[in-house]
């Protein structure tokens, strides 16, 4: 039964989604944060089958983390230190140490339609492989059936072409991905949640709930 990771950081100011500062204040980017995580868990726990790990950055002590584990009997991990890709490499072999396929996502794109997770499920139980991709040279998703090794040596994270380093280890592993994902808008700095909340109502709600307002420029904040 295939699992799926969702790699989370603690929703502490001045450590979660930072690049959010400014217009946002470090204190409302780390409400964002909070907002992403909870609605991720919720479309991961409604549309995938198999086992839900949520992995938390720098460890789960945030009471968020519980709560969560409570409500959506989602098993908690803890990422390991290293780089981006060190950090999944490992949640990997863990995942895969108990089951036979895994997928690994972040919180950046809670918006993920509910058919791609469906579909993401499907294709790993038969034994294929899956990736989406972001619009900004980055992925949002990516599913193994068998572990590759090699797949995030060398990358250099935060850069444009990320998806396109990883697709040339991909092929020197002679990985082929089953199922390649539309490209989805990741949430990592204002203009993107704009874009994001402005065409998807939960996200605008919990958003307005919060105290958050949108700006077509980006983001600001009707409270401090």
């Known amino acids: 039964m295939p699992t799926l990771i969702l790699m989370a950081k603690a929703p502490w100011s001045g450590m979660a989604k930072t690049r959010l500062v400014p217009p946002y204040s470090r204190h409302q980017a780390a409400e964002i ?15 995938w089958a198999g086992e839900l790990v949520i992995a938390g950055w720098p460890n789960t002590d945030h009471r968020i983390f519980s709560e969560l584990e409570k409500q ?36 950046d794109v809670p918006h993920i339609p509910s058919s791609t997770l469906v579909e993401t499920y499907n294709v790993l139980s038969g034994g294929g492989s899956v990736v989406g991709p972001t619009r900004d040279g980055g992925f949002c998703l990516l599913g193994l ?7 995030f040596t060398g990358i250099h994270w935060g850069s444009s072409d ?18 390649t994902f539309a490209s989805l808008t990741d949430i990592d700095c204002a203009t ?27 983001g600001v904040s009707h409270r401090s």
């Open 33 to 47: 944060a909070d907002i992403l995580l909870r609605l991720s868990v919720d479309i991961c726990a409604r549309h």
């Open 72 to 107: 959506y009997q989602v098993t908690l991990a803890s990422q390991s230190k290293g780089d981006l890709g060190e950090k999944m490499q490992c949640l990997l072999a863990t995942a895969f140490e108990r089951n036979t396929a895994a997928a690994v996502m972040g919180t």
């Open 145 to 151: 059936s068998y572990p590759v090794t090699d797949l």
């Open 192 to 218: 993107g949640l704009h874009r994001v909340a402005s065409r998807w109502s939960p996200l605008h709600r919990a958003l307005t709930a919060a105290g958050v307002g949108l700006a077509a420029g980006g």
């Open 162 to 179: 990320v998806y396109e380093q990883m697709l040339l280890n991909a092929k020197a592993s002679g990985l082929t991905f089953d199922s």
